[in-house]
């Protein structure tokens, strides 16, 4: 694939799933599959609320007990043995030697995982086998499948090794440890260094760089720090929503405010703070317009994008979109970089490898700057007289956070492309410092995640998958009953939400060999484009680079070919006369024009009579970031419990909430891009004026 299509498949996994406890064989049985356990939901407001029962903890505790004094006395035969267990995204091996009494060495092959997450937990998770000599280890925290693939593979060993059966099996509903915990203690004498500036942001993605572009700019001694080195900084932004931008104005498709506002607050159910929805759609005209400019220095296009408005969809949009026109010299990570060397320009000091461990306050409640660690693990007091900025980007890659606050989310996922620093730190520390957060958890979470044929969802977990980004297209979607069961045509997220009342909330996607010719005729909006928008604004993703990674699918096992529908149902595990009698039904509707069954558009109705025909399963969707978080007010200051503002403290980005609740309106394409561009300029210029 080119360069595009491989920056946007470098995103990172991180799908939590449930804790496990270790057992022997004939303590609690054998040979039986890990269940996760029913997730429990916080509330998330409560600084120090305790969640784990502690009932369960003792039984999960026992049974870690009983394992360990029973694989104390086991004797090896002395060799070398290997196993493997499935992990987050790929088959986790591990290779273990013995002698006579004990585990010689271990290795471990984590380098199909998560980037970031579980593909880098192998060297930790080898030494602490090594320690207990056994898997009665504690998971890594934040990647607990691809540990528990870990301990499934060594007890494999070890059973191999030892000729009696080991397994990991859950024995109780063990509840994930409380996802805040307390704020660190950290001595004064610790503290090796303090730096001084005026402002200071915390996160280099999206809207840690506007926010530190912006401060810099007004000429505020900014520094901004990164918990990662620079090739793992950058944000990625395709699309970003606004209103009153120049190019809206000069195209003649400009959207009216109020018309916008209402849209987002009526899509969070009245959950959006409709005041600071109003700033989003004030100030992101500007916004955007300063955007194309910093890209425009750096060589790149930034344009408006608006459709055909005239056709009658079921779900209307908005036009608010405006995307980055990529070519093969460049792709999406460098937008973010043309804005950090901007902000550079202007005086930004960078600080990367340095880790924030608590914010601080004086005795007036102001936060006047944090406590970090540096690379080599020192800690660093940094002092911002003007203000913190806190962009550490949600929690989508904390999967204990994950399953408590929003369980229903990780069972629709099945790819998980959170960016790897999105581990709720930020929410964290403003929730220590005294913050409030959102009381509803939302995540965006896209229908375009594809699994193998033979595999089906499960109640409270996650799947496995990979990307399928025409899971968006409104082709015949089917239960495993072989039956038709939505209208195909409907917001990304919705079609995840229908999927989870069929069985095993898992469906199948089916297209014939015209698939281009129909996805033209689709007219999709916002990212789901495949070809260019009516105003000739170039889509995220080609049909081109979508056949590539079709025929990849195919070749990986995902995607099945037939000759025939019959034989198409076979290779899909679905009854055959039951989807023969769907397929010959829904071309039945396209023949008319008129979808009577569902109601979809009848332009977006398609046939199924020319072979090949195509199908993949689907069981979840990508999750792409969280979007509640701290509640701010209109000037991006995170609110205390009294639901006041906390001076010096700013929260922006996927860390600050008061704007969604339940689904993600994805047909004002670029939404939550929009708004985080946009609130953290404003944070960084109103930070910079010390406001």
Known sequence: MDNKTVSRRSFVKGIGAGLAALTFAGIYGCGRSTEVPEATTGAGTKAAETLAAETTAAQTELAKEALNAATKTLTYTPGTYSASARGMASDVKVTMSFDEKSITDIKIDVSGETQNIGAAIGDEMSKKVL???????????????????IKTAVLDCMSQASGQEITLEEVAA????????EAPEVSESDIKETVDCEVLVVGAGSSGLFAAAAAAEKGAKTILIEKFDHDKASGIRDTLAACDSTEQKEDGHNVDKNEAIKYICDWSQGYAKRSIVKVWADRSGETMDWYKDVLKQGGMEFRHEFDNDELKQNYQGLEVGHSVQYDETYYEQQTMDKVLEYAEAKGLETHYEVTMIKLEKNDAGRVTGLIATDKDGNYVRYNASKGVIIATGGYSADEDMLRQLQPWTLEQTSVNYSKAGAKGSGIRACLWAGAVMDTTHTSMIFERG???PDEKGKLGEPTRGTLFWMGSQPFLKVNLNGERFMNESQPYDYILHQASKEPFHTYCEIWDS???EDCKRFETHGCSRLYPHANGTDSVFTMEMVQGMNQGLEADGYIVKADTVEELAEKLGLPVDKFKATVDRYN?????????????????????????????????????????GIMVDEEMHALSTEFKPIEGLFVVGNDAGGYYNGSYPNLLSGTQAGRIATFGR???????EGK
Do not use: H, N
């Open 131 to 149: 320690d207990a000599q056994g898997a009665e280890i504690d998971a890594v925290s934040g990647a607990t499948v691809t540990s528990d693939a």
């Open 588 to 628: 039945e509707l396209y023949k008319k024009g008129e979808d009577e069954d569902f109601g979809k558009e009848g332009f977006r109705l398609s046939s199924l009579t020319e072979a090949p025909f195509y199908g993949v399963r689907q069981a979840g969707g990508y999750l792409l970031c969280t979007m509640d």
């Open 514 to 516: 015209k698939y281009p």
């Open 450 to 452: 594809a699994v193998k």
């Open 174 to 181: 063990e509840t994930a440890s409380d996802w805040l915990g």
């Open 682 to 688: 404003l944070a960084g210029q109103l930070a910079a």
